[in-house]
Structures are given as C-alpha cells and as structure tokens.
C-alpha cells in the first residue's frame, strides 16, 4: 500500500487566513471552553513523545460542518507512525485519525483515506446538491492534509518565529485557481472535478473525487479517482 501527500497545496490558500485569525472562545466567567480538549490533546501527545506539542488547524469549513470538534496536529522536530491528526470535543473526548493520508493498492484504480471517511460518514453529513458536493470535497481535503499543511507553515515560519509577509500571500492567498465542478451521478452520489485554471505552473495532475450517498443523501464515502 503506497501513501500521497500532495493535496495540501490544493488546501493551504484556502486555510491560512482562517488559522491566523482563530481565536480562543470564552465561556461567560473567562474561560476558555475549548480548556479539556486542550489538556485532553496534550496528555495523549505526551504519552507517545514528551516533547510534542500541538497546533490547532481552523477553517470556515471545519466550523460549519464539525462545530462540536476541533482539529490538533501534532508537531514534532521529526515524525515516524506517530499519528498526527486529532479531533477533540468541548468535553475532551479525543478521536485520533491515523494513517489519515490518501492511500492506494495496487490493485485498485483510486486512492482512499478511509479513516477520515469512517469518521465523517458517523458525523451523517447531508449532501443534497452541487455546492454542498463541493464543500464536502474540500472540507475531506482539509482534515487529509492537516498535518501537512501546519508543517509546511512551521518549516517556512522558522518555527512560527519569521513571517515574511509577501510569502504567505503568495502561498495562502485567495484561492482562486482552482476550480471545483460537480456532477450527479445517477442517484448514486456526486463525482467533483478539481482543474487548475491560474497562470501557466508547473503542477500535478488535479483530483476527480467521488462521493457515494445513501438514499437519505447521506455521506457514506469519498475516493479519489486516478
């Protein structure tokens, strides 16, 4: 079974803006109401490797359709099977998503990542037209490429310490060369289409998803087709 990690460049102009500006929600009396979570995430982390510590990763996306979780990645000076990515609850309940990357075998004509399925299928996600199809596509991007994502900004930040301002407009600017469509496919579900439409670049080729629902129009899974 082989991994991939290239769709975080499809995800880090869409994301960056959001992350900078999150901030912590208080509860009335001061405190912060995301507090068990945080401790929650860091025990975990520090059972593994004492020394990790941990990012929140932010999106519009991430707040519309998972407002109950919020989304840590673990950030460490070297990495091995360590997983990554966790999503926390309000009351510190903690789902780590291993081996989150796309996967592939040999065998099998699309790449998968069937942890982030398994749990967003729980989370009963409705997709009932074309622009609902396209926000699942990314929202599925964005927890997939995660940890990527902040370890792009960490390595290019100098360890969240040096922020060249004509950088992260030219990495994390408006995402605006990439265009999205959706198809029906024959009651089954949707199939979305990602094209790169900006100036000439040198990049990999785009993603074809598709999306299986049930009869309820209920999110079952997503692949990506190769």
């Known amino acids: 079974?082989?991994?991939l990690k290239i769709v975080a460049l499809l995800v880090v102009?869409?994301?960056?803006?959001?992350?900078?500006?999150?901030?912590?929600?208080?509860?009335?009396?001061?405190?912060?109401?995301?507090?068990k979570a945080d401790t929650a995430v860091a025990t975990l982390m520090k059972e593994a490797d004492a020394a990790a510590r941990s990012a929140v990763f932010a999106s519009a996306l991430l707040r519309k359709y998972l407002p109950g979780y919020r989304v840590y990645v673990r950030m460490a000076d070297s990495y091995g099977k360590e997983t990554r990515i966790f999503l926390a609850t309000r009351d510190g309940a903690v789902t780590p998503l291993p081996d989150a990357q796309w996967r592939k075998r040999d065998d099998e004509p699309?790449?998968?990542?069937?942890?982030?399925?398994?749990?967003l299928r729980k989370?009963?996600?409705?997709?009932?037209?074309?622009?609902?199809?396209?926000?699942?596509?990314?929202?599925?991007?964005?927890l997939e490429a995660a940890a990527n994502y902040v370890?792009?900004?960490?390595?290019?930040?100098?360890?969240?310490?040096?922020f060249d301002s004509q950088f992260i407009e030219q990495q994390f600017g408006p995402r605006v060369h990439w265009q999205y469509t959706p198809e029906p496919r024959g009651g089954k579900g949707w199939t979305v289409t990602v094209k790169y439409v900006g100036p000439p670049a040198s990049i990999r080729q785009p993603p074809v998803?598709?999306?299986?629902?049930?009869?309820?129009?209920t999110f079952q899974d997503l692949r990506w087709k190769s």
């Open 13 to 35: 102009a869409g994301v960056a803006t959001t992350l900078a500006a999150e901030k912590p929600l208080a509860e009335p009396d001061g405190r912060d109401e995301w507090a």
């Open 209 to 217: 998803y598709e999306i299986d629902l049930d009869e309820q129009h």
């Open 110 to 119: 699309f790449w998968r990542s069937p942890v982030i399925s398994e749990f």
């Open 123 to 142: 989370r009963q996600i409705k997709v009932r037209n074309g622009e609902e199809a396209v926000e699942l596509a990314r929202l599925f991007e964005e």
């Open 1 to 3: 079974m082989r991994s």
């Open 151 to 162: 370890a792009f900004l960490k390595i290019n930040t100098k360890d969240f310490t040096v």
